[in-house]
């Protein structure tokens, strides 16, 4: 399927936050509650579509173990955007946020969209990160933020197509030469496609869903 741009994406934050259930959800609409560890980085893909023009997200899942931390910092390059994900209960995956941004800013393109994702506010009565120091911490460190459930798919849609918006914006405003591809952008095959092929479970900029 022809699209206008390709933006890679990296899910980063601690293990057991949440990362690869909330790529699954985007991917796949659905949930998986048993999830092997993430080994290494896993990959998804999903067709959206803002402005009227199809993009592809190709989006990188990657390991939050320490031991893991180096193959992550590779794939810190060439991504456009980044979903830092911490979990709402508990209070440690927030406390490692600082660490994780420090990475991502050290390795990735001065550039990149940072979406901060506070997951599993599903389960709000074990909340241990109040809402106000998610939205704090964003607001300090220039992040998007927003609270999502992938077991409930509660903005997990939202999250995704945002940061894809707020990079689409940047294109439009000058900030990326879309010509140098470590920007984690590229453009579509065949040029650039008119509004067709918003299909393949497409999602409008609204977060409507026509699948």
């Not at 390709?6 to 690869?20: A, E, P, Q, R, W």
């Not at 290494?40 to 579509?49: D, K, L, Q, S």
């Not at 990079?167 to 591809?181: A, L, M, P, R, T």
């Amino acid at each position: 399927m022809s699209y206008a741009y390709l933006f890679k994406y990296i899910i980063i934050g601690d293990t057991g936050v949440g990362k690869s259930c909330l790529l699954l959800q985007f991917t796949d609409k659905r949930f998986q509650p048993v999830h092997d560890l993430t080994i290494g980085v896993e990959f998804g893909a999903r067709m959206i579509t803002i402005d009227n023009k199809p993009i592809k997200l190709q989006i990188w899942d990657t390991a939050g173990q320490e031991s893991f931390r180096s193959i992550t910092r590779s794939y810190y390059r060439g991504a456009a955007g980044a979903l830092l994900v911490y979990d709402i209960t508990r209070r440690e995956t927030f406390n490692h946020l600082a660490s994780w941004l420090e990475d991502a800013r050290q390795h990735a393109n001065a550039n990149m969209t940072i979406m901060l994702i506070g997951n599993k506010c599903d389960l709000a009565h074990r909340r241990a990160v109040s809402t106000e120091e998610g939205e704090q911490f964003a607001k300090e460190h220039g992040l998007i933020f927003m609270e999502a459930s992938a077991k409930t798919a509660q903005n997990v849609e939202e999250a995704f197509i945002k940061t894809a918006s707020t990079i689409y914006k940047k294109i439009q405003d000058g900030v990326f030469d879309v010509s140098n591809e470590s920007n984690g952008i590229k453009f579509g095959y065949g040029g650039l496609p008119g509004p067709s092929g918003g299909r393949d479970g497409a999602a409008s900029q609204g977060g409507g869903c026509c699948s």
